[in-house]
């Protein structure tokens, strides 16, 4: 009788219900709070372990001419599969070593791992070696978060405050006609834009059209006192302002330098207010009378100020909790997250009736200062899910169900589309960790002590173009998710 095996094969382990932890041999460099570097030794009796189960699943199948099926000796098996079954083994190692090591090292995971698992090859003798990098979430002590102060902006709206929305509202369904007079601030112009350094154009657009206010915001940079440079300018008129690009625009040269906006003005535009009929109250949602409009603008207004309370409470709480995290994040993460970032402040924004315009303002503003802002974000985040760890907190169907219906209320979408938008563009981690902040948010406002203080509304400032000024854009590459992610996704495939 044959005694047994001194290391039982991984078809003896999965027959019994047990699998033999790999005997690795594991060391961790840290680069940086947010980066590993593992470097997995594979001894060669795994190896062998590993080989013994792929041999033994093929022989019943193997096929050798002058032999029937699953009657070839093993050692012919052997050498005539090798090749093939080398492969096999060293992606089973590999899927399920790195497992294990995420495993083992209990890391929190933010992306998946940065690994070539062509560059590795099971050597003849001896062990197999192998190196990857990984994200992960700095390790911190959890700061103290119960009974944090926080002041809290609060307003009873007047029907002065209904006023001023319902112009808003009545402005995205009204129409531009053309002014033969100067431009006056709050007025259209129609234009051909170009953005200069010296005697260069860096980029350019036909036609656009721009309503003259404060400030105008473009992808890369903005130009302040916008409505005063292009004051009384009349059709047939070419004005220039100095824009500022900004820090983090994606054109390194220009970076925090000036450069020249040409405004070749082609005409001026006043807008027209629609009448209030009935025509115009159904395509706004379906409004019997201009009370019920009215009492929908109150609501709006009330959840826009419940997002002010949240934000404001939400900086001042994570300013506290962030105040002692000094750790640094390597730029080429921020980099991949400041895209998902943008997501999730848009999916924020929607959910509580941002129109498309003070959006894009903000788009662009996260735009010209991605890499601190996303540091910020990022830090928070980590911070957050810390605590919803500790808290068990979760992100329920319910959860999903009421952001998407919130979204698609403000805009005009059925939920079912919505959704299925959400999921198309693989954003349904960035409403997942969006709940998930919100929630821990919450908890720490329900153990803090508020000071209260009146709220003003913020008059629309911004006027948002899409252009670059300093060229197109490069593709940002696209970011795992913020939360922990997956330890491997294909090994749970596997399984």
Not at 370 to 388: G, P, Q, V
Not at 416 to 443: P, T
Request: charged share 35%; net charge negative; aromatic share 6%.
């Amino acid at each position: 009788m044959m005694a047994a095996p001194e290391n039982p094969s991984v078809e003896d382990e999965a027959a019994e219900g047990e699998v033999t932890k790999l005997n690795l041999s594991i060391k961790v460099d840290s680069p940086s709070a947010c980066e590993r570097h593992v470097t997995v030794t594979v001894p060669r009796e795994e190896i062998e372990r590993y080989y013994d189960k792929a041999y033994t699943e093929l022989m019943p199948s193997a096929a050798i001419p002058g032999f029937r099926a699953g009657r070839a000796p093993r050692k012919l098996v052997e050498s005539r599969f090798r090749k093939d079954v080398a492969e096999q083994v060293k992606g089973s190692l590999l899927l399920d070593s790195m497992t294990q090591v995420t495993e083992d090292e209990k890391f929190s995971a933010i992306s998946e791992p940065d690994f070539d698992p062509k560059a590795v090859t099971i050597p003849d003798d001896g062990p197999m070696t192998f190196e990857f990098d990984i994200e992960v979430r700095p390790e911190f002590d959890l700061p103290k978060w119960e009974g944090l102060k926080v002041e809290r902006s609060v307003r009873e709206f007047a029907a002065a405050d209904i006023d001023k929305q319902l112009e808003r509202i009545l402005a995205r369904h009204g129409r531009l006609v053309p002014h033969d007079g100067p431009a006056s601030s709050g007025d259209y112009i129609s234009c051909n834009l170009a953005f200069k350094n010296g005697a260069v154009e860096l980029s350019s657009s036909k036609e656009e059209v721009i309503r003259l206010r404060p400030v105008l915001s473009f992808r890369d940079g903005r130009i302040e006192d916008f409505d005063k440079a292009l004051k009384g300018v009349k059709a047939g008129e070419t004005r220039e302002a100095t824009a500022k690009i900004s820090a983090d625009a994606p054109n390194e040269s220009l970076r925090n330098q000036e450069i020249t906006a040409v405004f070749e003005v082609l005409e001026v535009k006043k807008l027209e207010l629609p009448e209030l009929d009935e025509a115009l109250l159904e395509s706004l949602g379906g409004f019997a009378n201009e009370g019920e409009l009215r009492d929908a603008i109150k609501e709006d207004l009330t959840r826009q100020l419940e997002y002010h309370q949240q934000q404001e409470a939400r900086r001042q709480i994570t300013g506290l909790l962030t105040a002692s995290a000094t750790w640094e994040l390597p730029p080429d993460l921020l980099r991949r997250q400041s895209r998902r970032e943008l997501e999730r402040a848009v999916l924020e924004l929607r959910r509580n009736g941002f129109s498309d315009q003070e959006i894009r303002a903000y788009e662009n503003d996260l735009r010209q200062n991605s890499m601190a802002s996303t540091a910020k974000a990022l830090k928070e985040h980590f911070i957050l899910e810390r605590i919803a760890e500790d808290q068990h907190i979760e992100a329920e169907a319910d959860d999903y169900d009421d952001e998407v219906r919130l979204i698609a209320q403000q805009s005009g979408e059925s939920a079912r589309r919505v959704r299925a938008r959400l999921e198309k563009g693989g954003l349904m981690d960035a409403l997942r960790n969006q709940i998930i902040e919100r929630k821990v948010i919450e908890l720490v406002l329900s153990k803090a002590t508020f000071k209260d203080l009146p709220y003003k509304p913020e008059g629309v400032e911004t006027e948002a173009i899409e252009q670059s000024a300093g060229g197109d854009e490069p593709e940002i590459p696209e970011a795992s998710s913020a939360g922990e992610a997956e330890p491997l996704k294909q090994a749970k495939d596997r399984e």
